[in-house]
């Protein structure tokens, strides 16, 4: 056995081994791959990785199948034990967080000499493990959910229409798992009801039928996800969830639970400061890695089921931005609103940028933001379109888009980036645009754009809203780390 200040005994099986929060995040730090550092990794990196570990000879790892384009699918195998476990990951291309949490796992299990010695020898004796990380290659390269026939794999689990849903489907046929991992991300605007909270990690032991009945099948994948849940408390406390738990008759995890594999899903959410998910990646390994070391041992059998219905379930009442109390006009008739924004994602190979976007104008006072503002004394002001174009981008130093800003404009034209065919990023709190013709909005436009300002009453301007990002311009600009393009 490791060492007692690194693993502690349960006490419901003196002999078993329970990893602590701490040692699990020094094994992270020590393991995790630095070849996956962003969200938009594509399968040429993991192809690549997947050549590193083959000439290691630690872990299986064969070419499965090929998605529709023919990019490889590959299995990982670790283990010789009784107990067969099957994990998945990125079957939603735009999904990556566990796929990165994965091959963090396989530098793990490829380790010696660290004190976790025991752990490795545990897993190996006990559990048959298999992997496919990346099961969505063709949709990984566009960061898009669905694969290039533009069908939801996770909604293929009956049809089969698909190579990679009929490959998952396959596979777990011929291994005939008895537990099962599918690892997902979910939007990041679920939040822990009636808190601002985010939702960092959502779990569920998925339904096999309508009923939503529960076996022992079922019972157990309850009890794994009550064990990832006590230990999450330690890195997120109450930051955790239960996903929906209505039946899917099309959905893999609910197939998998009904073909006798006792499943959990894991939905990677939304973290402050945490854009790129590193932090997220790190809970996934240590909740996946000790959830192993539970199932090896069968400690899992400790946890009561009951506390698995104590989770609540996730809400959906979070914005990037949400801004309380602020005055503005509408048909010639005040009116004092909240103001709720999200910012969708556009992809740019490896890059994006954002758009900022008005969901809602009101009463919102059950919903809650990642940033709020209360607005109070504050007005609406519409944003103008400076007169004089830059040639350079690099004309715009923090000076100058500050003293824009606090002047009201926010759009500068830029006419030179005409020529260019693709995309240019830039991180600038300005709307930068090459067209001929350029509209700022004179209102508050539901479902439209978020470029304003808000002014006090002597129309001094305090803040802005650009592309759906605060800027307090009571102070300078000093961290500019804006994700916009040039229009």
């Not at 990982?76 to 990165?100: C, N, R």
């Not at 998910?277 to 400690?299: D, H, M, P, T």
Request: glycine share 6%; charged share 25%; net charge neutral.
């Amino acid at each position: 056995m490791c060492n007692t200040d690194k693993q502690r005994q349960t006490a419901a099986n003196p002999a078993a081994v329970q990893l602590e929060a701490t040692v699990l995040a020094d094994l992270h730090t020590l393991y995790k791959e630095s070849a996956l550092h962003h969200r938009r990794f594509k399968h040429v990196d993991i192809d690549s990785l997947t050549q590193v570990h083959q000439t290691r000879a630690v872990l299986g790892v064969q070419q499965i199948g090929k998605s529709v384009e023919g990019r490889a699918i590959y299995e990982w195998e670790y283990g010789q034990g009784d107990k067969k476990v099957m994990l998945w990951s990125q079957m939603h291309g735009d999904e990556p967080t566990a796929t990165m949490a994965l091959f963090d796992l396989f530098n793990f299990l490829e380790g010696k000499n660290d004190g976790q010695d025991t752990i490795r020898a545990l897993l190996k004796t006990n559990l048959q493990l298999r992997f496919i990380p990346m099961l969505n290659p063709d949709g990984a390269d566009r960061y898009t959910r669905r694969n290039a026939q533009s069908i939801d794999l996770n909604r293929d689990a009956r049809a089969t229409q698909t190579p990679e849903g009929a490959l998952l489907k396959s596979r777990g046929q011929q291994f005939k798992p008895r537990y099962a991992f599918n690892l997902h991300d979910q939007n990041i605007y679920y939040n822990i009801p009636g808190s601002a909270t985010p939702v960092t990690i959502s779990m569920l032991a998925p339904a096999y039928n309508t009923e939503r009945a529960v076996n022992e099948v079922r019972a157990d994948a309850m009890k794994l996800v009550v064990g990832m849940d006590r230990l999450l408390q330690v890195y997120i406390p109450n930051a955790v969830a239960r996903y929906d738990d209505t039946h899917t008759a099309r959905g893999f995890g609910d197939n998998f639970q009904l073909w006798g594999a006792s499943t959990v899903l894991i939905e990677s959410g939304g973290k402050a400061g945490d854009p790129e998910k590193q932090e997220i990646r790190k809970y996934n390994f240590a909740i996946i890695l000790n959830a192993l070391v539970e199932i090896a041992q069968g400690s899992y059998q400790q946890y009561d089921r009951a506390a698995y219905d104590k989770i609540p379930y996730n809400a959906a009442q979070l914005h990037d931005l949400l801004i309380r109390n602020l005055h503005t006009t509408t048909n010639q008739i005040p009116l004092k609103v909240d103001v709720a924004i999200r910012r969708s994602e556009i992809t740019v190979n490896r890059d994006y940028y954002v758009r900022g976007i008005i969901e809602d104008i009101g009463d919102l006072k059950e919903s809650y933001g990642y940033r709020e503002l209360d607005a109070e004394g504050l007005y609406f002001m519409p944003a103008k379109v400076s007169p004089v174009a830059i040639k350079s981008l690099q004309e715009l130093t923090s000076e100058k888009v500050y003293s824009l800003l606090k002047a009201g404009f926010m759009a500068v034209p830029y006419p030179a980036m005409s020529l260019h065919k693709t995309p240019v990023l830039h991180n600038l709190p300005l709307i930068i645009f090459s067209q001929k013709n350029f509209f700022t909005t004179s209102s508050l436009d539901l479902g439209g754009t978020s470029n304003f300002f808000m002014a006090d009453k002597n129309g001094n301007v305090k803040f802005g809203v650009c592309n759906g990002y605060l800027i307090d311009l009571r102070e300078d600009l000093t961290d500019m780390h804006y994700k916009n393009r040039v229009f």
